[in-house]
């Protein structure tokens, strides 16, 4: 219904497959996209990101004129996907504003030593966001390193969410928690 309201031509899905393959849209392609962020300055062009744990971000420069969508899943942040979108993109890092939806919350997101290893290799600084527990794993905090990566990358105005997608059941899907379950969209579009 909203989108209605908003006069959206399009909304372009992608084939999220937890890499860092990054697109520049100057329309609406009906066919699959393989890639995990999209950038456009089309307007009423929506990019769409699907999520069930992983963390959609969605940039836009403060002009209204450039958008980007990001599917911040653990494999597509330590591929460098924020500094890959962030090139990309004609705005300076300091000229967007970012969004970090709901994701899964560290106190549900136990990784192994070889996911903080991957983080590491980018900053040693990363080594905050992993905890360890007492099974010797660690409890990864998603938004932390987003957040993190965003401001080494020089985007200073970042909204979170802060909603645990495996903690709220009743309002948000999560593959973790249920095993099998369905997808959130999150969408931005230039008007």
């Known amino acids: 219904q909203?989108?209605?309201?908003?006069?959206?031509?399009?909304?372009?899905?992608?084939?999220?497959?937890?890499?860092?393959?990054?697109?520049?849209?100057?329309?609406?392609s009906a066919h699959v996209i393989e890639a995990d962020a999209s950038i456009t300055r089309c307007k009423n062009l929506a990019l769409a990101i699907m999520t069930a744990d992983c963390l959609p971000i969605l940039l836009s420069n403060k002009?209204?004129?450039?958008?980007?969508?990001?599917?911040?899943?653990?494999?597509?942040l330590a591929a460098n996907i924020i500094d890959k979108t962030l090139?990309?993109?004609?705005?300076k890092a300091?000229?967007?504003?970012?969004?970090?939806?709901?994701?899964?919350?560290?106190?549900?997101?136990?990784?192994?030593?070889?996911?903080k290893g991957a983080f590491l290799t980018i900053d040693a600084?990363?080594?905050?966001?992993?905890?360890?527990?007492?099974?010797?794993?660690?409890?990864?905090?998603?938004?932390?390193i987003a957040s993190f990566l965003l401001q080494k990358s020089g985007v200073r105005l970042i909204?979170?969410?802060?909603?645990?997608?495996?903690?709220?059941?009743?309002?948000?899907?999560?593959?973790?928690r249920d095993n099998k379950t369905g997808r959130m969209a999150s969408l931005i579009v230039l008007q």
């Open 159 to 176: 909204t979170c969410c802060n909603e645990c997608t495996v903690s709220q059941q009743t309002k948000y899907y999560s593959f973790r």
């Open 63 to 76: 002009e209204g004129s450039e958008i980007a969508a990001i599917h911040g899943g653990w494999r597509p």
């Open 2 to 28: 909203l989108l209605n309201q908003l006069s959206v031509n399009n909304i372009q899905w992608l084939h999220q497959v937890h890499g860092n393959n990054v697109v520049t849209l100057s329309s609406y």
């Open 87 to 91: 090139s990309a993109m004609n705005s």
């Open 94 to 115: 300091n000229q967007l504003v970012a969004w970090l939806g709901p994701c899964i919350g560290p106190a549900h997101f136990e990784v192994g030593a070889e996911v």
């Open 125 to 144: 600084n990363l080594g905050r966001y992993f905890e360890q527990n007492k099974l010797g794993k660690f409890q990864a905090d998603l938004v932390g």
